[in-house]
């Protein structure tokens, strides 16, 4: 996951949306997301993700140690 952060500064943008997702993608990240530790804004969503993602990651590797 690729985090931008200061959403709510819109007018002190440094770089586009879009930009930022393609960033993400060729760096090879699964999600880009724009927050606001100000705001809240998707900063919940994001630790939700993360957080969702090692939970995976580990039930992953407890299926491969059972086979």
């Excluded at 090879?28 to 990651?57: N, P, Q, R, W």
Aim: hydrophobic share 35%; aromatic share 8%; no cysteine.
């Amino acid at each position: 996951i690729l985090i931008g952060n200061k959403a709510d500064l819109t007018n002190q943008r440094a770089i586009k949306v879009d930009e930022g997702k393609k960033l993400a993608k060729k760096l090879g990240f699964v999600k880009y997301i724009e927050t606001s530790a100000l705001t809240g804004h998707k900063v919940d969503e994001s630790f939700k993700f993360i957080g969702t993602k090692l939970f995976d990651i580990e039930e992953n590797k407890k299926k491969k140690l059972k086979k």
